[in-house]
């Protein structure tokens, strides 16, 4: 059954991809199957993070999709989402007030100002490989850079790596990484493109 209080009125949303993206402007939309995570993901992904009583970062949050639809079917835990761009961050806090959901709240930051200590899991979509593909970017306000794509993948990965056993981490598309700071595949999809983690030490 799904878990939604009588108060949300606009639960339907959650249905498919499109009536979730109908929440957004037109040129977000239209980027929706490249820069958010598709509905159907997005569920089973939260559905591993949510532990009761804890609190999940999705790294990069674009417009909230990852986190409200996390927070919506899985009221027993708190999705936080990080998000560079002043835009973005803004139309994400519109779609909470729309949904009433109280279980999600938006940080307008770069990942780099985050302390992920306050964080008990994570979620990680291909934010930086806009980095290196300027032709899929969101837009033209970041400065591109294979620099700026390591830096910001090696940071991530000593955050993550100092942060304790038991964590839970999922990655779509990209940061295969974290094997080698004592992540454990704890399932992989069969088109190798979501994977779930915990870490061991
Ligand atoms: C591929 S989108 C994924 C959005 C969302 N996580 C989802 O799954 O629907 C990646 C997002 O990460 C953001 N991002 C990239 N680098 C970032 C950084 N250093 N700090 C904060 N946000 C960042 C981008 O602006 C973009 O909105």
């Not at 939604?4 to 239209?30: C, G, M, V």
């Not at 991530?156 to 080698?180: H, P, W």
């Amino acid at each position: 059954m799904v878990p939604f209080k009588a108060e949300h009125i606009n639960y339907s949303i959650f249905r498919t991809d499109a009536d979730f993206d109908w929440l957004y402007p037109e040129h977000f939309q239209l980027m929706s199957q490249k820069q958010w995570t598709p509905l159907a993901i997005a569920r089973k992904a939260a559905e591993f993070l949510a532990e009761p009583g804890s609190k999940v970062l999705d790294i990069g949050s674009g417009i909230g999709k990852f986190c409200l639809t996390g927070a919506f079917f899985n009221p027993e835990a708190t999705f936080f989402g990080v998000e560079q761009r002043h835009e973005l961050h803004h139309y994400a806090k519109v779609a909470k007030n729309y949904t009433q959901l109280d279980n999600v709240g938006f940080i307008h930051a770069n990942i780099t100002q985050i302390d992920f200590k306050e964080f008990d899991h994570f979620y990680f979509f291909n934010a930086f490989y806009e980095n290196i593909d300027r032709k899929n970017a969101i837009d033209d306000t970041i400065e591109t850079s294979f620099s700026l794509y390591t830096y910001y993948t090696e940071y991530l990965l000593s955050a993550l790596k100092d942060l304790k056993a038991g964590t839970r981490l999922v990655t779509y598309q990209g940061l295969e990484e974290v094997e080698q700071i004592n992540f454990k595949l704890a399932w992989v999809s069969e088109t190798g493109l979501l994977r779930m983690w915990i870490k061991e030490k």
